[in-house]
């Protein structure tokens, strides 16, 4: 701190302003002029001063670092290291780097100065106006310090984008709670909310949006969030929430599903209209756990758990879920090493032309048969290879495999027909995805259209403009791109003419009982109707009874796939079909059509 005093050579009983201690200058010394004293990692300005034939000095008194310090980051132009050399400062956070120092620009002046200091002490020639320059500057650039104060730690607790709490601030507001909690014997409810498809949109429509929605979404949460409790970012799309003084745990649902609620409406960002979900998990104190890592931890599984069950929901945690954990942490270990061992397998199932009753096509789906694991399903590890990036790699293979695997059948003499191969929105996010397909059907010599693409509705989104310049790139070499699961997630069916689709799947979970339900009948009816009015082709996923095959061929269905004509199949299961001769099943064709 920059302080002044003045002491009286006649003065027996020395007197110090403000409350200053007395400084006394060392001798010998000029008394009429004043200097510069270096005290090991401190400087002192002396100034003398005269009032009523009293003689005095003022004294400009502030910790350094070094001189030669100064001198060197002056010449880096860091004006910001200078400032930390004067102040001797312990933490200036990004924020205050921004704020503009003009005196501190002063005060450098005077600081080049400095480094021809030599001993302990050097006279201040021509005149005083720098030093007190430098005492103004050193003066202002603490006072700016202090104001700045508030600002500094607001930022070091909160989260810069949503200006909810972060992760410092949570954790210790998470502590105080369960110090609060164990002396009052109060429960204490912690959230874990995950939004679902978030990666799909920011990636897709860019950080921007993303970053935008993200600020909408932490808004529209937090305005539920009691005056006591704690709404809080932890990077990403996770958000945390700590309900304190609840009367049961029935309270933490009933805020969940608030939460759940709140989300349900869809968000306009940019001119985007944009639906997103969460998944929730809830763990209580002290019934799942008493610290703050083993509660996080229990809330982090249960959100895992709530997004296993297909997301847009809530669980509360139990013991179950952290076995599943570790399980899910020993299946990413194996799945890094999967690929390598040659653990994954392609099945095929075939997809059947209504009409005529020819196989048109084969789906290709990898399946991990896993050491010990025993055969492992897409959609127990593909989610996890998502999340880890194992995805593209794993695409990679699957795509190659197809791909020769379909060219092999072909070389055998079997009638050609299509492969479809499941394109994740990790993959298709990839750059170089074109390229990718290109090589693919070069080193195996596929002809582009024995080629099919899919993906899932929930890329159909506005403005995902490279996502639609990708596929068009691919679909220009003749490969066609199918939407897979239509109707499963928010159709953006005004956006549906945009994307290059030759094809349209319908899901699995309309099928099912589109027999005894009028409502997925429906909605199987009308998604035929409307691929027809826009020129593509319908595949119906799941059939599995006669019924359900008549339906669709009653409602014009183009192709359909599923157990009631073939299981998946590994390869050489599918080749043995072939060469079986069954490639047709003439009692579905449909010869009343024409």
Known sequence: RVGDAVRSENDACPRARFGEPVLKPPAPFNPGQPFVQREADRLAVWHPVASGGILGWVRIDHSLRTIGEIRAQIRKSSLIAVVLSILASTTVLLAFLNRPMRAIRRATVFAQKLDELRGN????????????QLGDALNEASAR???????LDHLAHHDPLT???????????????????????NPVALLFLDLDRFKVINDTLGHIIGDQLLKEAG?????????????ARLGGDEFNIILTYMSHAQDAATVAQKLLDLLSQPFVVEGNELFITASIG???????????????????????RAKEQGGNQYQFYSPIMTIKAHERLAMETGLRHALARSEFAMYYQPQVDLRTGEIVGMEALIRWLHPTGGIIPPADFIPLAEQTGMIVPIGEWVLRTACAQNKAWQSAGFP???????????????????ELVGRALGETGLEPRFLDLELTESLIIPNAEPTIETLRDIRAMGVQIAIDDFGTGHSYLNYLKHFPV??????????????????????????????????????????ETEEQMAFLRKNRCDQIQGCFYSPAVPGEAMTQFLREGRPFFPHIADSHLG
């Open 502 to 543: 030759d094809k349209l799947k319908i899901d699995t979970s309309f099928i099912r009982n589109i027999v005894t339900d009028p409502s997925d009948a429906a909605i199987a009816s009308a998604v035929i109707l409307l691929a027809h009015n826009l020129g593509l082709k319908v595949i119906a996923e799941g059939v």
């Open 163 to 185: 200006n909810l709490p972060n992760r410092l601030l949570f954790l210790d507001r998470l502590n105080q709670a369960i110090s609060q909690a164990q002396r009052a014997k």
């Open 145 to 151: 310090l202090l104001d700045s104060e508030e600002r």
């Open 219 to 231: 808004h529209r949460l937090s305005s539920i969030v009691r005056d006591g409790d704690t709404f």
């Open 121 to 132: 002490r050097i006279p201040v020639d021509r005149t005083t106006i720098e030093i007190e």
């Open 282 to 304: 809830i763990t209580l104190f002290p019934t799942d756990g008493v610290e703050a890592q083993t509660l996080l931890k229990n809330a982090d599984a249960a959100m895992y």
């Open 416 to 434: 050609p027909m299509r492969v479809a191969v499941n394109l994740s929105s990790r993959q298709l996010r990839e750059k170089g995805l074109g």
